[in-house]
């Protein structure tokens, strides 16, 4: 992991952030916290239902830091245009273009920098219509001690106050 964690450091630094995690700190929780403290940012979504599949396109603008959820069921993912640096705990830092394909595994949380405008699209079996019955099937509780709010109210406010359809 060694490997892979300094991999993430480095890539923290080419986006203008402290790469000095703190002992005992998770580093998924560190970059949540760094990502806690920037004001809300506009990620459009576009859910889509079809009997027995979800999918879910997120669009990411240059420049960002995103903090993906951590998955619990295996699902595809594509990448249907732009360019990012994907760091996870298993794989470390990959540089990842359109067109790709992926499958998730569950477990999987990925912190993205986003090099260009980047649309990736997520597909999930579900026989649900609820957005957020389904998201409470396929994603882990948020847990992060370095953060004092709860993402789904920080979502909500932003949605509310500014309009804002957040990932």
């Not at 560190?30 to 889509?48: K, L, M, N, R």
């Not at 595809?76 to 990012?84: D, E, F, K, M, R």
Request: net charge negative; charged share 20%.
């Amino acid at each position: 992991m060694s490997e892979t964690l300094e991999d993430l450091k480095a890539a923290l630094r080419v986006f203008g952030h402290s790469s000095d995690i703190p002992a005992g700190v998770k580093p998924m929780d560190y970059v949540g916290a760094i990502i806690g403290s920037f004001p809300a940012s506009h990620a459009p979504v576009i859910e889509t239902f079809t009997p027995g599949l979800y999918s879910r396109e997120i669009t990411m603008f240059p420049g960002s830091i995103i903090l993906s959820e951590t998955h619990l069921t295996e699902h595809q993912y594509v990448i249907l245009s732009g360019q990012a640096a994907v760091w996870t705990e298993e794989t470390g830092l990959q540089y990842l273009s359109a067109p790709h394909f992926g499958v998730t595994h569950p477990g999987t949380q990925r912190v993205l920098f986003i090099y260009e405008e980047c649309r990736w699209i997520t597909f999930h079996a579900t026989e649900l219509t609820d957005s957020d019955e389904i998201r409470r099937t396929i994603l882990a509780p948020f847990e992060n001690p370095l953060l004092d709010f709860d993402p789904a109210e920080r979502r909500e406010k932003a949605e509310k106050e500014y309009n804002l359809l957040l990932a």
